[in-house]
């Protein structure tokens, strides 16, 4: 089972930017894919972004297509969410997710299905 630890949340304004960080661990990193979801208040968690397990392919979700970026380093074990022109409704508890584990949540058009799941991190983007 991997770990994942996500960092880089926090209050900020429209327009502004927030590179989100995951780290992993308890398995071969460079092994599989990983992704990036959401869920703000009252509402279902969604897709963000995801990433094959050596970069090749990325995906996301329309409504951040163009602003956000999804990368990772396999050396570091470590994907990363660059966010830019945050607007207020970025704002929601963002996870970070791994290919495998248990209730894989399938994403349309990726080929991936995420079942390891972190504890979150909040993004707050103001008007």
């Known amino acids: 089972q991997v770990r994942l630890v996500e960092s880089g949340g926090g209050l900020v304004q429209a327009g502004d930017a927030l590179r989100l960080s995951c780290a992993a661990s308890g398995r071969t990193f460079g092994t599989f894919g990983m992704g990036w979801f959401r869920q703000a208040p009252g509402k279902e968690r969604q897709f963000v972004a995801a990433?094959?397990?050596?970069?090749?392919?990325?995906y996301y979700s329309d409504s951040v297509k163009g602003r956000f970026t999804i990368s990772r380093d396999n050396a570091k074990s470590t994907v990363y969410l660059q966010m830019n022109g945050l607007k207020p409704d970025d704002t929601a508890v963002y996870y970070c997710?791994?290919?495998?584990?248990?209730?894989?949540?399938?994403?349309?058009?990726?080929?991936?299905?995420?079942?390891?799941w972190g504890q979150g991190t909040q993004v707050t983007v103001s008007a």
């Open positions: 997710a791994a290919e495998g584990g248990p209730g894989q949540t399938a994403v349309d058009g990726t080929g991936m299905r995420f079942g390891s």
């Open positions: 990433i094959n397990w050596n970069a090749a392919s990325t």
